[in-house]
């Protein structure tokens, strides 16, 4: 039987193509630019050292001022890529191309190397143990529980605190080129890239191009056939909290997943914002625009400031929401939206 392709498919196979030809392109690209630096800096000490001997004309001066700018150029072309490879330490300890900002860039591979990791009092140094270990943990840590019998009331918030009708309207009509288009201009353009390898920077620049490709996915998202499964994949990065970390505990798990996926976490997340701005509590103060989650932090100073001044007494409760957001239950979440009188199709 012939196969039926669906966008996905087609997303998978374009991405493919698009991905070889952007790393044959990058190694052809930086061979070109050694070898066209190496051919201007010989012909500007070809021109130095007439100089220093019976000077140049006016035509030499010229070309020696136009071999110079293209020379700038290349420079440029090199910092750029070292600071998008960099990131924040390019402000922090480097402001030039040189060896020890290099140093600085390269030096994070192996900073953030896992050479062995304790289990209890058992120390594990092999490749086979340690990924053994990690896969455990983070399986166990993500691995659902049962909420045993307790729900919420379909009462639970009044009809005021619900999503009205002309929301749940607004919510879930067809997306357009323009709605995706405008989301994708208001992500960060130098963010990580997923497995694939395509950054925001290039869905911006050619938005135009690829929304072929990308829309019919979203057709397919909105009624409900689209395998997102298949695009919401990414690679899992252990980052140390402390330096020389050797306990899982001490990393910080970080996942980047492929922009694709990305994007259309980004739509429905511009949807969402005018609707959580009004339904959300007023103290909730992460995971909203506009809001901080270190004004929990300043409240709390505050409290104790004035217990402590005034010679009150008082109970401080603290709780630990480790991973909370990550070991949230989807039938739980599905069962609060809702509740909270969000419309079938945006549940799904």
């Known amino acids: 039987m012939p196969r039926v392709f669906c966008a996905v498919d087609v997303w998978h196979h374009y991405a493919k193509l698009t991905s070889q030809a952007m790393k044959v392109w990058g190694a052809n690209l930086g061979t070109d630019l050694r070898a066209r630096k190496g051919a201007l800096l010989g012909q500007l000490q070809e021109l130095d050292d007439l100089a220093d001997g019976p000077g140049l004309s006016p035509d030499d001066s010229i070309r020696r001022n136009s071999l110079d700018s293209s020379l700038m150029d290349i420079f440029k072309s090199e910092e750029l890529f070292w600071q998008r490879r960099g990131g924040q330490n390019w402000l922090l300890k480097g402001d030039a191309n040189t060896a020890y900002f290099q140093g600085i860039a390269n030096g994070r591979r192996r900073k953030c190397a896992i050479p062995f990791l304790w289990d209890g009092d058992a120390l594990l140094e092999s490749l086979e143990e340690i990924s053994s270990h990690i896969n455990s943990f983070y399986k166990e840590m993500f691995s659902a529980e049962s909420f045993g019998g307790i729900s919420l009331c379909e009462d639970f918030w009044p009809l005021a605190k619900q999503v ?86 001490q990393f910080r798990p970080i996942t980047v997943i492929n922009v694709v996926a990305r994007i259309f976490a980004k739509v429905c997340a511009t949807r969402l914002s005018p609707v959580a701005e009004r339904i959300a509590h007023p103290l909730q103060s992460a995971f909203l625009k506009g809001r901080r989650i270190h004004d ?53």
Not at 195 to 202: A, E, H, K
Request: with cysteine.
């Open 164 to 249: 009205s009708d002309t929301e749940n309207a607004e919510l879930t009509i067809p997306f357009s080129p323009e709605e995706v288009g405008h989301a994708i201009a208001s992500m960060k353009a130098c963010s990580a890239p997923g497995p694939d390898g395509l950054p925001v920077i290039f869905f911006q620049r050619f938005w135009e191009t690829v929304h072929p490709a990308i829309m019919p996915m979203f057709q397919e998202f909105y009624i409900g056939t689209l395998d997102i499964g298949m695009l919401n994949f990414g690679v899992i990065t252990l980052i140390p909290k402390v330096v020389g970390a050797s306990d899982i505990r």
């Open 296 to 348: 929990g932090i300043l409240a709390l100073h505050e409290i104790v400031h004035e217990v402590a001044s005034k010679a009150l007494k008082g109970v401080f409760l603290k709780l630990d929401f480790q991973k909370a957001y990550d070991r949230l239950d989807w039938s739980f979440l599905r069962l609060v939206m809702e509740r909270r009188g969000f419309d079938d199709k945006w549940c799904s």
